[in-house]
């Protein structure tokens, strides 16, 4: 199976160290997208801040990766989630603090903007900042300079900032959610992901790297997408984005039959119920469905079955949940060391984040 894609952005390895989860490719085959790249690109070569507005799963990470690679700064590349730590943690995560600085705090340690140091600090979510660390941020990005907690040692920063957002934040200002100064500061450059519904160019030839790269995990020697599926694929409007069309993607190759990816196969709502016959007035019973599914997983020569529903299964709650361990732990009803166990397992969570996390829930329980 062949698809030219058109221009393609993806992270280089699924085992990338990232602080957060998000769409792991991006293609720029739709002219909306064509145009948008040429501005991402434009942007790059700037020194100039960045604040990338779009919903979730629209690919904010890969953008700010890319403008980081064509910038030619030679430092690295640092991706923080601002939702990911309560206010504590963060300040000291993004900071720094020194020995004895608070409870837990057991050596000194650098923090993520002197990591950045020569290259470029991704912070996603910055919308969930909280206002007493806006201020502090904003104080950084004015001085270009950091000082840790506990020390009053200031450190000379060369970082430039990359933020990003699923939220309009011109309404959290006027809600008192967000400081306009800071709004200012960071909105230097403007960079708008339009949703995967706005630009229905990118969805076949991001289905079609999607079906490469887990063919070759599923062990099919070729896979295809039928004309309806493909129909089906276009028409959707995608809530979820790219992070939806991968898993949709992923279940279906697991469904299908002979490697092709038909109508049936694909969770979308409405069209594989109408391909199955069914009448479209009476809601499916998911269990049943799931039953169904598990019964053809079980007849197929798929190997090993239990680890392909487990992966499948919490790949899918962490995704459900926007990538938080608490409500997905509570939705699957595990508990969240063991749902952290499997997103290590399952390549999901950074070990050391995971390591991170649990010397908090020790000392802050």
Not at 8 to 20: E, I, N, Q, R, Y
Not at 44 to 69: D, F, N, S, W
Not at 279 to 290: C, K, S, Y
Request: charged share 25%; glycine share 8%.
């Amino acid at each position: 199976m062949s698809h030219n894609p058109g221009r393609l952005l993806a992270f280089p390895d699924p085992d990338h160290l990232t602080l957060s989860i998000r769409a792991k490719a991006l293609v720029f085959s739709d002219p909306r997208s064509q145009h948008l790249l040429e501005r991402i690109e434009r942007v790059a070569a700037t020194e100039a801040t960045v604040l990338i507005i779009g919903e979730t799963g629209t690919g904010k990470e890969l953008v700010a990766r890319h403008i980081h690679e064509h910038s030619g700064r030679k430092g690295p590349f640092v991706a923080v989630n601002c939702g990911a730590f309560n206010e504590t943690l963060v300040e000291a995560e993004l900071f720094g603090h020194e020995s004895g600085a608070f409870t837990g705090a057991q050596q000194a340690r650098a923090g993520w903007f002197e990591a950045a140091n020569g290259g470029t600090l991704f912070l996603d979510e910055i919308g969930d900042l909280p206002l007493s660390l806006q201020v502090r941020l904003l104080r950084v990005l004015q001085e270009r300079q950091v000082v840790r907690i506990g020390s009053r040692k200031p450190v000379p920063l060369d970082v430039r900032l990359v933020a990003a957002t699923n939220i309009e934040l011109e309404k959290a200002v006027n809600a008192g959610h967000f400081r306009l100064d800071l709004y200012y500061r960071l909105n230097v450059a403007q960079l708008r992901l339009p949703p995967l519904r706005e630009r229905r160019g990118d969805i076949l030839p991001l289905a079609h790297h999607f079906i490469e790269r887990y063919r070759a995990k599923l062990h099919l020697d070729d896979a295809r997408v039928t004309p309806a599926a493909a129909q089906a694929l276009t028409a959707y409007d995608w809530p979820g984005n790219i992070r939806e069309l991968e898993n949709v993607v992923h279940f279906g190759l697991i469904m299908c039959h002979d490697g092709v990816l038909d109508v049936g196969d694909l969770r979308l709502p409405g069209f594989a119920r109408k391909a199955a016959g069914r009448d479209a007035g009476v809601a499916d019973d998911p269990l049943q469905g799931l039953q169904e599914a598990l019964g053809r997983l079980l007849a197929s020569e798929h190997e090993p079955v239990y680890e392909t529903v487990e992966r499948l299964l919490v790949t899918s709650a962490f995704h459900h949940c926007d990538d938080n361990q608490v409500r997905s732990a509570k939705r699957l009803g595990i508990s969240r060391n063991i749902l952290r166990a499997q997103l290590k397992r399952f390549g999901l969570l950074d070990g050391g984040v995971a390591e991170f996390a649990d010397a908090h829930d020790a000392a802050y329980p």
